[in-house]
């Protein structure tokens, strides 16, 4: 089992799991004042799904962040890395949106009867929504910095066990840009997917089961699109980049019809969420597109041996360690 043995490694892991403690317990006030609020004698709408599924969202992406810095700082992985900053910035994004979003929702609930009339539950999320935000702010700025700190440390560990040659590296990085990315997709995509299963109204029935249907399919498509990368199969990459142009065809529908006005009702209650999303899922799918494609034509010029494996972390870090 990894384990930080450097002073930014254990200071990037250190600064993403505080960030995520403390958003997640001004998140879990926010939930549970909502729910209190509640009536509970009313039938679920749609409406009423908003805020639980904002959280629920919120809550697994900095879950998932924390995933993803353990599996970065194990794998060396200078991209990725600098990818969960960017990250950062859209969770960011995402906790702006979700202020005007939870009020949209709460003065909504309230016209329809479904919070109690004593509750003055806005007034005593606010503060605590705005405060999100700016913490979050902050801790990017940390963990840039500390960013900048692991991008030396790990690119002198990588020229050490990888390769001196300049081609070599830069094959070797293509392929971090891509490994990156694929974890990206899934969070953004499965996001995407649970807001709209949950929250939009009247799609039907076949609509929906396909939905579900694309979510592990899109897991296996992700999981296999690593593999066939690793074992340099050209026509395994080929089928996953076709179907990356299905997904971006199916991304690119969905952010056009929101828009549409025979559909903006069923969309209204969580179109700046799902606009966000769709939007950063377009361009993450074009990114993989381009990358798996770089990545093809570096097939059969030596970087195999050094991706085949998924123990390249452990030997980095053993090799690190004999130093």
């Given at each position: 089992m990894y384990r930080p043995t450097t002073t930014w490694t254990w200071s990037f892991l250190i600064v993403t799991f505080v960030q995520t403690c403390v958003t997640l317990a001004l998140e879990a006030?926010?939930?549970a004042k909502f729910q209190l609020a509640l009536e509970m004698d009313r039938p679920t709408i749609p409406l009423s799904k908003t805020i639980p599924t904002y959280l629920t969202l919120f809550i697994f992406g900095f879950l998932y962040q924390l995933l993803l810095v353990y599996d970065?700082?194990?794998?060396?992985?200078?991209?990725?890395?600098?990818?969960?900053?960017?990250?950062?910035?859209?969770?960011?994004?995402?906790?702006?949106?979700?202020?005007?979003?939870?009020?949209?929702?709460?003065?909504?609930?309230k016209e329809r009867g479904y919070i109690k009339v004593e509750e003055t539950v806005w007034k005593d999320v606010q503060p605590y929504l705005l405060t999100v935000p700016i913490i979050i702010a902050v801790f990017t700025v940390i963990m840039a910095g500390i960013a900048w700190k692991l991008y030396d440390e790990f690119a002198w560990t990588i020229y050490k066990h990888i390769s001196a040659d300049l081609r070599m590296k830069r094959r070797f990085l293509t392929f971090q840009i891509y490994i990156t990315l694929l974890k990206f997709d899934f969070f953004f995509f499965l996001g995407f997917t649970v807001q709209f299963l949950v929250i939009v109204v009247n799609v039907k029935d076949i609509e929906k089961w396909i939905t579900v249907a694309a979510i592990p399919v899109t897991i296996l498509i992700l999981v296999m699109a690593a593999y066939w990368t690793r074992r340099e199969n050209k026509f395994g990459v080929i089928v996953t980049i076709i179907c990356y142009l299905g997904g971006l065809a199916y991304f690119i529908f969905k952010l056009a019809r929101m828009y549409q006005p025979a559909k903006r009702e069923n969309f209204l209650p969580v179109r700046k969420n799902l606009t966000s999303f769709a939007v950063i899922t377009i361009l993450l799918i074009v990114l993989t597109v381009i990358n798996a494609s770089v990545c093809m034509a570096n097939f059969g010029k030596g970087l195999k041996p050094h991706i085949a494996t998924r123990k390249l972390g452990a030997e980095l870090e053993k090799g690190e360690n004999s130093t």
């Open positions: 006030y926010v939930f970065a700082l194990r794998l060396k992985n200078t991209i990725q890395v600098i990818g969960l900053c960017v990250y950062n910035v859209g969770m960011l994004i995402y906790a702006a949106i979700q202020y005007d979003q939870v009020n949209d929702a709460i003065i909504g609930l």
